[in-house]
T-cell receptor, first 114, second 114 residues
Framework: AQSVAQPEDQVNVAEGNPLTVKCTYS??????LFWYVQYPNRGLQFLLK??????LVKGSYGFEAEFNKSQTSFHLKKPSALVSDSALYFC????????????FGDGTTLTVKP | DGGITQSPKYLFRKEGQNVTLSCEQN?????MYWYRQDPGQGLRLIYY???????QKGDIAEGYSVSREKKESFPLTVTSAQKNPTAFYLC?????????????FGAGSRLTVL
């Protein structure tokens, strides 16, 4: 069975500082990995995904994520946080097989303070 | 603009009543999904459909039913058999259920059982 762990329920950073939201996963075979963001009372929005190739993936709004196969991690990063980045972030994994289902982590609330 | 429309946004139900949540997409996506979101528990898959007139149970299908009579529509019925239906329900779609396709989410429907 596949699973995703987001070990931090809450991450607090000051505006302008770098941010990291952690994600580790477990899946049979090679994974597809995703990050989504959710603002209050809204659906999720796609940020970025890893399929294959370069371990550093760049996405929307200046976010990037680093795939580390040996550590089975896919941490989300941004060099300089904005107050508007405050939201709930979800990591998701699905196996690269036909009709593989996505499994989501429990989410990490990011708060960026001015 | 293409997207997913969920209705109603807020719904109140008395115990013992069935309710149906609407999900319509104009993205021409083959696959559609229903997720349930509870605080601190991430997203859990209820049902998904890869093609018209076909659907599969997800991880928490008990007490729910769906239909997929049209490509653009995937309504979810929360039946009286669902023990704890109060939650935020998210509908999503993707080009197909396979591969690294990104999920596009609706804005959600919040169901409260009185």
């Amino acid at each position: 069975a596949q699973s995703v762990a987001q070990p931090e329920d809450q991450v607090n950073v000051a505006e302008g500082n770098p941010l990291t939201v952690k994600c580790t996963y477990s899946v049979s075979g090679n994974p597809y990995l995703f990050w989504y963001v959710q603002y209050p009372n809204r659906g999720l929005q796609f940020l970025l995904k890893y399929i294959t190739g370069d371990n550093l993936v760049k996405g929307s709004y200046g976010f990037e994520a680093e795939f580390n196969k040996s550590q089975t991690s896919f941490h989300l990063k941004k060099p300089s946080a904005l107050v508007s980045d405050s939201a709930l972030y979800f990591c998701a994994v699905r196996p690269n097989t036909n009709a593989g289902k996505s499994t989501f982590g429990d989410g990490t609330t990011l708060t960026v303070k001015p | 603009d293409g997207g997913i429309t969920q209705s109603p946004k807020y719904l109140f139900r008395k115990e013992g009543q069935n309710v149906t949540l609407s999900c319509e997409q104009n993205l021409n996506h083959d696959a559609m999904y229903w997720y349930r979101q509870d605080p601190g528990q991430g997203l859990r898959l209820i049902y998904y459909s890869q093609i018209v007139n076909d659907f599969q149970k997800g991880d928490i299908a008990e007490g729910y039913s769906v239909s997929r009579e049209k490509k653009e529509s995937f309504p979810l019925t929360v039946t009286s058999a669902q023990k704890n239906p109060t939650a935020f329900y998210l509908c999503a779609s993707s080009v197909s259920a396979s591969g690294a396709n990104v999920l596009t989410f609706g804005a959600g429907s919040r169901l409260t059982v009185l």
